[in-house]
């Protein structure tokens, strides 16, 4: 039935406006959660990471809050983290399942197989984990684009979403308190922000999209990705 719609929205020219509508929603019901619920999940989460050994740092919105804005930005739906991928223990899904956090769905390299970011559910709330890697002085992560012309599911099937790279200046994490919790941030937090959002990062943007020509150090790549998802693989 799904994709009987899809076909149809797609052939009257309205599945863009449907999926950017369908968006805001889930955008507006997100951002609630996060509002009740989103520290007590940081919480959790800065917990089962740091029973791991593991540093998960703040980045993209959640570290833009905790700079800017001292606190969650108001309209930020999910909450950002990322961790070394050298750093990530052979058993981290199941460590993450026995804390309460369920496995939504993979980020998939096509060529390699490698997970480039993993998404996790608590008390209806997202964690989004990012891997990062090291490059010279830089680290970097993984960002899936939507596909040039194809919707997601049709995409999945076939070529896969094309990918960028967020490089950001590869430096130590240190522990900074956030809304009386003590979590891992970057130390050159002012650099890592520049590298993602350009130097304008300070100005409040609800709708910042990177093709509106912002100069950050985010770089297409000819990589590309398939979402995965734990009980089946559209693929």
Known sequence: MRDF???IFVKLGLYQSAVRVI?????EIQ?????????????????TFSSMGVQAFLTFGVLLGAYRDHGFISYDPDIDVGILADQV????????????FRLRCQNVLAESGTIMEESYAYKQIHLDIFYYYK???????????K???????????????PCDRSYVPACEMERREFLGLQ???????????RAIYSDSFMTPI??????????????HTKERCYRKYPNKLYR
């Open 135 to 145: 490059d010279g002085k830089d680290f970097y992560c993984y960002i899936p684009r």
């Open 5 to 7: 719609i899809v076909k």
């Open 31 to 47: 951002a609630h959660h996060m509002k009740h619920d989103g520290l007590a999940m940081l919480s959790r989460a800065d917990q």
């Open 147 to 161: 596909h040039e012309t194809k919707e997601w599911k049709e995409a999945n099937a076939t070529d896969g979403f």
């Open 89 to 100: 223990p052979h058993n981290l899904h199941q460590i993450m399942e026995d804390a309460g």
């Open 206 to 219: 609800k709708n910042w999209d990177l093709k509106d020509g912002y100069v950050t150090r985010i770089m």
């Open 23 to 27: 968006n805001y929603i889930k955008f």
């Open 183 to 193: 979590i891992w941030m970057p130390k050159d937090t002012d650099g890592w922000l």
